[in-house]
């Protein structure tokens, strides 16, 4: 998503400036060119080097050596980026930016550039919490430019607390959100993502192959077009998600719970979630002993969640996800019409590259009417952003037919 993109990269003078080396790795790794500017601070920490070899651009350190003609390129980046980082944004860089000073290379650029400016603070708890950074932040804040949260965390000086550098994940998300149109705003879309587990006894559950990384992926790129997310999730290794509410859960019931408890002025609901339609009858209290004889799990069904929203008289816009082993459309076409979607997301989960665990997918969705759209495959990633055209483009229409 970052192909063809300018990244100006700013380093200031923290512990923190090592992980600026795997930001960079991972904006490069998606396609975007990066830039770096170090401030000359920041070289103790890490050598402009690395940054030049990782990126394949000069490093800028020095407002002098500007005569320099790969320099002056690099003021006219200021212009023709598309966006400029500061990972990690020291209190001293942030106090200069707030205060008009542009005594070095990084403070001018980022005077001089009208593009979108991230700082991603890093920095000693009691000084993230004083009031003069705090201060300016928030007047940074107030003329437009974005921020990171802090994370919690030890410190590289031994106490704990918030001031860690964001990870590099959500930093990354953040990137994406500021180069994305913002065609979702106003929408309030929550997401279920991820398995259920039902418990047989307390070490035993009925689950299934569901990583999460479906939801997750569509909760990420909704938030980033805009759009406020809740994300219903059952267990997961997955990373929380940046700017969501993430309500986790674990059974049927208590998913189809918290999606009731979330409904509110929610626009459109995506369950992507792998729910187990049944349950044990009874829970064991004691983990089952191996002992002679037949067994035999007796099981009860579990609610419907999506069939439940979609006989809703109020019921917003309904997307569903089909997970099938056989006569794909035909099985996620009757699932459209029982459960009252609007639309269907039909996966066929025993095809190479697709369905549970994988970072990739290949869907077909089918609307109301019947008509399907065939998708690659493709990154989990970007099958959410097709996902999501796709509710955009259905809803115009319904308005443009006055529905
Ligand atoms: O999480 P990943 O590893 O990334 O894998 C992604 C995925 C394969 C889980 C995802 O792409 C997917 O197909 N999710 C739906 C899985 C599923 O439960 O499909 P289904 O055909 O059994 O259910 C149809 C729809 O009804 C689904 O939207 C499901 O969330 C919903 N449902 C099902 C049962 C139930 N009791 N309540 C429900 O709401």
Not at 97 to 109: C, E, H, V
Not at 141 to 169: H, Q, S, W
Request: proline share 4%; charged share 20%.
């Amino acid at each position: 998503m970052l192909q063809g993109k300018e990244i100006l990269l700013g380093v200031t003078g923290g512990i923190a400036a090592y992980k600026s080396v795997l930001l960079l790795r991972e904006l490069t790794k998606e396609g975007a060119n990066v830039n770096v500017i170090m401030t000359k601070s920041a070289t103790n920490f890490v050598g402009p080097l690395t940054f030049q070899t990782l990126s394949g651009n000069p490093v800028t350190t020095e407002i002098f050596t500007l005569f320099a003609s790969s320099e002056i390129g690099h003021v006219a980046l200021a212009s023709r980026a598309d966006l400029l980082v500061i990972a990690p944004a020291t209190a001293n860089i942030i106090g200069k930016i707030a205060n008009g000073i542009a005594d070095d290379f990084l403070s001018t650029m980022v005077m001089a550039t009208t593009v979108p400016v991230l700082f991603a603070p890093a920095m000693n708890t009691n000084m993230w919490a004083s009031p003069v950074v705090q201060r300016n932040i928030s007047s940074l804040k107030t003329m437009g430019y974005n921020f990171m949260e802090p994370a919690e965390g030890e410190l590289a000086c031994g106490v704990t607390g918030r001031g860690k550098l964001a990870d590099i994940d959500a930093i990354m998300d953040e990137v994406k959100a500021l180069l994305s149109p913002d065609d979702l705003k106003g929408e309030k879309i929550l997401i279920s993502a991820g398995p259920t587990e039902e418990a047989i006894d307390p070490a035993r559950c009925l689950t299934n192959r569901s990583s999460g990384k479906m939801g997750y992926n569509l909760a990420a790129v909704a938030r980033r077009r805009g759009a406020e997310v809740t994300l219903v999730s059952g267990p997961t290794a997955e990373l929380e998600a940046w700017g969501i509410k993430v309500v986790k859960v674990k059974t049927a019931v208590e998913m189809a719970n918290a999606i009731d408890a979330n409904l509110d002025g929610v626009t459109t609901v995506i369950m992507a979630a792998a729910v187990a339609d049944f349950r044990p009858a009874r829970q064991a209290a004691e983990k089952i002993k191996r002992e002679a004889g037949d067994y035999c799990l007796e099981l009860e069904p579990n609610p419907d969640i999506l069939a439940g929203l979609g006989r809703r008289p109020d019921k917003p816009f309904l997307v569903g996800f089909a997970a099938e082993t056989s006569k794909l459309l035909e099985h996620a076409g009757e699932k459209i019409q029982r459960k009252n979607l609007d639309m269907i997301v039909a996966n066929d989960v025993t095809a190479p590259g697709a369905g549970f665990s994988v970072d990739t997918n290949i869907i077909k969705i089918i609307d109301r009417d019947g008509q399907t759209t065939d998708f690659p495959l493709m990154s989990k990633e970007k099958v959410a952003g097709a996902i999501l055209d796709h509710i955009l483009a259905l809803k115009q229409k319904r308005r443009r037919q006055g529905q």
